[in-house]
């Protein structure tokens, strides 16, 4: 198996300890080069094209449900894909799996993991490196939720919350990472296993519509799901196994938005270095440190033909509310904005085929007070009237 890097074409060895070309320093993307490895992908075997290791940990990641939701009138409609349904509740797994797998390899030094997350990929590293049997240290934000971090914990993970945002946990685990310490953080530079492992979605999306979708909106911090998902469908089109490259939609908050503004200025992306102010916590990632990172979402959007749009929270959070109350779909807020992005996207034509990735589960984030329940003391009778005309 080989990774190829983006600039020079070079091809190197697997390595999470040196996750950038050996000789130009340009980011590394997976090659599948046997087509009928694609093709079993496309016939369901989700780990048919991904990097070989020799013992993986698996929990049943991916493979996730495909189901529609309905929009308001004049609204294109959606498919979701739950990524909610993944072991630990979100997407991040599928690199998980991937990445603690190599950890464990005999042919690694690997001994521990260090993991930079606002929350998700914390939770999903703490599982798999449990399973593992590996150290693993987790650096979150202050602030992330205390249902993320319990999940960690509960893994045997070690907890430390570092002031300020992703980035510095980021540059953190930059920090940390050795020889003997692979970084499991999610984003391209830290490690190129967890791109490759998200190319998985587009695989999955091909099977279950039988085709490419015309979009697929999704939600981005620095991107490794939005650009791996590209990458799967870039690997189908030279395949020749696909006819078409669906539009990449890169969604963010509008209170941190590196990735949009440079998309609409038409420039490279640079670090956000205004206050972060989203409650969106999970796509919130101001790239401090790590620019180029960014700057290769919006490569794969470009190239795609796709788009980017800023989401305000209230937007967001009305398509939580909304996904919950009428799709019967419980997600966090980071994930409704896929789906909330198709009300934006002037591009969507009526009849396209939208998937919206639908990253996390609801139960990550609950609410911050208690729903308002009734105490009734056993009378059927307000019960019936609550239910019947
Ligand atoms: C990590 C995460 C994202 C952003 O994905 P990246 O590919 O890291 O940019 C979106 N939604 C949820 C719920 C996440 O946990
Ligand atoms: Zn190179």
Redesign the pocket.
């Known amino acids: 198996m080989a990774f190829s890097c983006l600039s020079c074409g070079r091809l190197v060895g697997p390595t999470a300890t040196q996750p950038r070309c050996g000789e130009c320093g340009g980011f590394l993307r997976y090659v599948e080069e046997d087509v009928d490895n694609l093709r079993a992908a496309l016939d369901g075997d989700v780990y048919a094209a991904l990097p070989d290791v020799a013992d993986p940990i698996r929990m049943g990641e991916g493979d996730t449900p495909l189901v529609d939701v309905e929009t308001p009138a004049g609204v294109p409609g959606v498919v979701g894909k739950l ?1 909610s349904m993944n072991p630990t509740c ?3 797994d599928r690199g998980s799996s991937l990445l603690v797998s190599t950890v464990r390899d005999a042919a690694t030094d690997w001994e521990g993991i260090v993991v930079a ?5 914390a939770t999903s590293v703490a599982a798999y490196a449990a399973r593992a049997d590996v150290p693993c240290a987790v650096l979150v934000p202050d602030g992330t939720s205390l249902t993320k971090v319990a999940q960690a914990a509960a893994h045997g993970a070690r907890i430390f919350t570092v002031s300020g945002s992703f980035s510095d946990c980021f540059q953190l685990a930059q920090r940390v990472r050795s020889d003997r310490i692979a970084n499991a953080t ?2 391209y530079s830290a490690n190129p296993f ?1 791109a490759a492992a ?1 190319r998985t979605v587009a695989f999955e999306l091909v099977k279950q519509l039988g085709e490419a979708p015309d979009w697929v909106t ?11 998902c590209h990458f799967g469908f870039r690997d189908l089109a030279a395949a020749g196994l696909v006819d078409s490259l669906p539009k990449m939609a890169c969604v963010q908050s509008r209170g941190c938005h590196p990735i949009v503004r440079a998309f609409e200025r038409k420039e490279s992306v640079e670090a956000w270095t205004e206050p972060i102010t989203t409650s969106v916590g ?2 919130a ?1 101001p790239l401090v440190g790590y620019p180029e990172d960014g700057e290769l ?1 919006r490569r794969a959007v470009i190239e795609s033909n796709g788009t980017a749009v800023a989401l305000a929270d209230d937007h967001v959070h009305a398509w939580t509310d909304r996904l919950a109350d009428d799709a019967g779909i419980y ?2 807020p ?2 409704a ?2 789906a909330a992005a198709v009300e934006k996207v002037s591009r969507i034509e009526p009849d396209d085929t939208v998937a919206a ?1 639908l ?2 589960h609801g139960l ?1 984030e609950p609410p911050e007070e208690t729903p308002p329940t009734e105490s009734i003391d056993g009378d059927e009778a307000v019960v019936r009237d609550a239910l019947l005309e």
């Not at 997350?117 to 990929?121: A, L």
């Not at 999704?218 to 791996?228: D, T």
């Open positions: 990524e979100s997407f991040k997350s606002t929350g998700n990929t999610a984003v967890v998200n999704v939600p981005v911090g620095a991107g490794p799901l939005l650009g791996g999970a796509i990632d979402t997600v966090e980071a994930s904005a896929a990735l990253t996390g990550k």
